[in-house]
């Protein structure tokens, strides 16, 4: 979504509706791990925002109605690449990280 004024257009609503989705999903599952594995993505990735990865999958939950749509692809834009990175290196590895 390059261009801003999509998110004005019912299409580009849809198109944030389902980014939020897959951020309230890789959220949770992140949660998840981390409870399994204590300080596992911190620090195998310590330059990750892990926590803010996890609070944003709060603010969608509690805060859906209030979001700006535009830090929203702020956040894809900025941070989503890298997070993206270290949890596919994670996968790729995942024997020898756990």
Known sequence: MND????EQE??????????????AAGEALKRLEKLQPGLLGNRFPDIDWKGAMGFRDV????????????VLLICRDALPGLLAAIRTLETNWPESA
Request: net charge negative.
């Open 60 to 71: 969608i939950a509690h805060q859906y109605f209030d979001l700006d749509e535009e830090q």
């Open 11 to 24: 299409e580009g609503q849809d198109l944030i509706d389902v980014i939020c989705m897959q951020f309230l």
């Open 4 to 7: 801003p004024a999509l998110i």
